[in-house]
């Protein structure tokens, strides 16, 4: 029978067990071993039977053991230690706090929102890379004590668990997630009533939410959830699944995760002291909507502020992250779905609909009038934008360069900070074990959490016996965990024990093992190693260097193409003569990676170049002693160097411009190509040196890479480093300029002043015109060193010389006189000021600083102290007959 109520019972703990239930609510157990070791000491069955999940945990140990461990001296003994060091961590200054950290502007409060969040297995809320990184984020946040409010949604379904076919076709189930029996607690108010945030919708409807808690170390985490008795049925189940649902169930979950996110922070600061955040941090488009809210309460608090002067606070204070390297991947909404729920009586005061609309307006050439775009309002939104690795913030900037027309892509406003992930969760304890014989415990716990250089040096000491037997223990985790999974997996499929003992032989801990696991949309290639079949199976057997892959990922549920790659690879790994060197692992999440990435000795990535934002696993992977074979693509095109791994050639010569249709020829072309340079190295590089052995049997120059990738870009790939790139390059001057525009006195004379500023130029910058540029000393041919006398004459209309500044912009020059890496140099106004028609003369002198072509030109730009680009406004005159960074060109 159907149970009509589902509720969890939680067992009542001795007194003397009371800190359990405090250790098991702070997630810190996630990434801290010697907490997991006595919850594992708790019961190990037990431990193991409930996936390793603490809250599980104590409520089905039995009663007689938890009373036997309340007379445990030993046990209350460990208990009491990891008690009182839980407290210190939270309660302790750690980076942020000290002379080390960023200087005294930092922000007291940072509010971080993202759709998803991957903190550990037991909390299902994350599909992929996004999510893991955002939990990575917050982890790191909390070991450098950095003040981050995380904000996300609750989803009672999660994203789904993946299971196959008998035909290799993958099925979705999505269990219902009770949130008391996880690591979470309901935000109430000093009464003990649930907190509750209210949003108002078209026609008179209300979306309800309440808002769990989860505590990553000293950083909390709201999550909101609308599966409550307040809301009609429709509005229960916004939050029902990640990423499902259809367009207006997506634009509903966005709104509540970016205007409610917004409201949930308010409350819990309130609620706790919590300092109020001074910078909020999006991470990607999904909640966008975080900027509105906070215009909304800027313009009820302080009637005198319009809405352009509240948008001018609020993006001073606001930093955007953008994660997808194509149009595609972004989230874009009907305009008027948009409009009717910012519109009418759904309308956010001071917050008119137009304006709304305008900020996700896709007003470039060849964008769509008709959609509004969560990307370019996420950027409008934020003064500061960064991209995920070096090569992505150059993607990102010719792909969103229409916002800023008159600049060439090198000049969006949009940086980049290359990715990290949190060492403590991806690193297998024998790993850190290793490291800290050389470097000492104390030592290797700091250098996972703050990640920097010096920290990992020593690392190169440890012998090359040690470190093979390391990897080989890696190496035959995995292959244990693969059989269970394979043989759980085929009982799925129908299969039955007597036909399932092969599983127990499959993989072995002394073959090359590569690991390909992530999610499974058609650029990442999931079935490139499949191109030539017979090739492949040839290296899986082959009888003196044999090669064995395992393989995981998801395809997303509505993705029936990714799902047709992951029968293929299945047919494939299914078959007799290559299952026991090939196989494909279902329901890959953080659990299984944990297994996985310590266990492969080659990661490989070969995704389309340059769709790849960032590739974080590749990181996860090398942390633990595993070399990287990959696209130079992400990350890995701008740490590979020769010595921690392998690049796989590209068919477009490593460039990235110019993607394919993957149905056209010159797609298929492409993927034949790139698979027989796959092939290549795997045979003649990568195998060879695997089992090139000398005589004491070890494979020197293999474990020479190995201690390579962990001394090099161990300390480059940490969420450590990451977040405190972000706290000292975006964060600090974020709280700044927030804190300039609102004021000493909050009266936001700062953001008044400079949106009125930006109309006037904005009204004005039509008669700005450069008119006459004159150069002495040019000729023919100049020698290197020589300089050219500048005068130049502008004409500024209404504007005043410190409106602008006018620039020389020079450089190399190509075939069409393009000039490419380009510097500028300010021209000084002359004395005397501008004449009575509003003309003003600049000048100064250019220096000849390179051989081979050479052009300049000249442009006038609006000028500012409150700008943080010179591209801001995307306003720039520049000569008339030229019409953009090209003119007088010396050869």
Not at 275 to 302: D, K, M, S
Not at 421 to 439: C, F, K, N, S, Y
Request: proline share 6%; glycine share 10%.
């Amino acid at each position: 029978m159907k149970a009509i109520r589902r509720f969890t019972v939680r067992t009542v703990l001795p007194e003397q067990l009371q800190p359990l239930h405090e250790l098991a609510l702070n997630l810190r157990w996630s990434w801290h071993p010697e907490t997991r070791e006595l919850f594992r000491s708790v019961d190990p069955d037990v431990w193991a039977a409930v996936g390793e999940d603490p809250v599980r945990l104590l409520g089905e140990v039995p009663a007689a053991r938890l009373a036997a461990l309340a007379g445990d001296r030993r046990f209350l003994r460990r208990l009491g230690d990891l008690a009182d060091d839980l407290r210190d961590y939270l309660t302790g200054p750690r980076w942020y706090q000290s002379d080390t950290g960023p200087e005294d502007g930092a922000p007291a409060g940072i509010a971080y929102f993202s759709p998803e969040y991957g903190i550990a297995a037991a909390l299902p809320q994350y599909s992929g890379g996004l999510g893991i990184l955002a939990g990575d984020h917050l982890k790191a946040a909390s070991d450098l004590g950095v003040p981050i409010i995380g904000v996300g949604l609750f989803y009672r379904h999660g994203y789904f668990r993946q299971s196959l076919s008998r035909d290799g076709w993958q099925q979705e189930r999505y269990p219902l997630l009770d949130p008391h029996a996880l690591a979470v607690t309901l935000l109430r108010e000093a009464d003990g009533t649930p907190c509750r945030i209210d949003l108002a919708l078209p026609g008179g409807r209300t979306l309800a939410a309440q808002v769990w808690r989860a505590q990553v170390g000293r950083v909390p985490l709201l999550l909101l959830d609308s599966d409550i008795e307040a809301n009609n049925p429709a509005e229960r189940d916004v939050t029902d699944r990640l990423y499902g649902g259809g367009s207006e169930h997506r634009l509903l979950q966005e709104i509540l995760l970016g205007i409610g996110g917004v409201r949930a922070v308010r409350t819990y600061a309130r609620l706790t002291g919590h300092p109020e955040p001074e910078v909020f941090h999006t991470n990607e488009g999904h909640a966008g909507f975080l900027g509105l809210e906070r215009i909304a309460e800027l313009t009820t608090a302080h009637p005198d502020l319009g809405f352009t002067d509240a948008l001018e606070a609020v993006r001073a204070g606001t930093v955007f992250t953008t994660h997808t390297p194509v149009p595609a991947g972004i989230d874009r909404f009907d305009r008027d779905l948009v409009a009717r729920h910012f519109g009418g009586d759904a309308a956010l005061p001071g917050v008119p609909v137009d304006q709304v609309l305008a900020l996700g307006a896709e007003s470039w050439a060849g964008g769509d009038p008709k959609l509004f775009n969560m990307a370019a309002m996420g950027l409008r939104l934020a003064q500061r934008a960064n991209g995920v690795s070096t090569l992505h913030g150059a993607v990102s900037r010719e792909m969103f360069r229409g916002l800023w027309p008159g600049f060439d892509a090198p000049e969006v406003p949009i940086t980049s900070i290359t990715n990290g992930v949190h060492a403590p969760t991806w690193i297998d304890p024998a790993v850190v074990r290793l490291g800290a014989t050389e470097i000492g415990q104390e030592r290797a716990e700091e250098a996972m959490a703050v990640g920097t250089t010096g920290q990992w040096t020593g690392l190169e000491r440890i012998g090359n016996a040690e470190v093979w037997e390391l990897r080989r223990t890696l190496r035959a985790q995995l292959v244990d965990e693969a059989r269970q999974r394979l043989h759980a997996s085929w009982q799925q499929r129908g299969a039955g024990d007597a036909e399932l003992g092969w599983t127990g032989t499959v993989l072995d801990p002394d073959v090359l093992t590569i690991g390909f696991a992530r999610r499974v949309p058609s650029y990442k290639r999931l079935t490139l190693m499949l191109r030539d079949p017979a090739r492949l199976r040839a290296m899986l057997l082959h009888p003196e260097r044999p090669v064995q892959i395992v393989v995981a990922g998801k395809a997303h549920p509505a993705d029936d193409g990714g799902k047709r790659l992951i029968q293929q690879l299945v047919a494939f790994a299914d078959d007799p003569a290559v299952r026991h060197r090939i196989v494909f692992l279902p329901d890959y999440d953080m659990a299984m990676a944990k297994a996985l990435y310590p266990g492969c000795d080659v990661w490989l990535n070969n995704p389309l170049r340059p769709l790849e934002a960032c590739g974080t696993s590749g990181m996860k992977a090398a942390l633990n002693g595993c070399l990287n074979l990959s696209i130079l693509d992400g990350w890995w095109d701008e740490w590979y160097d020769g010595q921690n791994g392998w690049a796989i050639p590209t068919a477009d010569g490593g460039t990235g411009e110019g993607v394919l249709d993957p149905e056209s020829r010159e797609a298929e072309r492409r993927d034949d190509i790139e698979a027989a340079a796959l092939y290549d190295l795997i045979e003649n590089q990568v195998a060879a040196r695997f089992y090139d052995r000398a005589a004491d049997g070890l494979p020197h120059r293999w474990i020479s890479m190995v201690r390579h990738t962990l001394v090099t870009l161990g300390p480059k790939v940490l969420a450590g480093r990451m977040v405190r790139e972000y706290v000292e390059r975006l964060y600090v001057p974020a709280a700044g300029a927030r804190r300039r525009l609102a004021g000493t006195a909050s009266d936001y004379a700062g953001a008044k002043a400079l949106a009125s500023w930006k109309a006037t130029v904005r009204e004005a910058w039509p008669a700005v015109r450069v008119e006459h540029v004159e150069a002495e000393g040019v000729g023919e041919a100049q020698e290197l060193g020589a300089t050219l006398a500048l005068r130049v004459q502008v004409a500024l209309g209404r504007l005043g010389p410190e409106d602008v500044e006018v620039q020389v912009v020079s450089g190399r020059v190509d075939e069409s006189d393009r000039i490419s890496e380009a510097t500028t140099l300010a021209l000084k106004p002359a004395v005397g000021g501008p004449d009575l028609e509003g003309r003003q003369r600049y000048e100064g002198y250019l220096e000849l600083s390179r051989t081979g072509p050479f052009g300049y030109t000249v442009r006038v730009l609006p000028a500012h102290a409150g700008l943080a680009s010179i591209a801001e406004l995307g306003l720039v005159a520049v000569p008339v007959e030229l019409g953009g960074l090209e003119a007088g060109v010396l050869r």
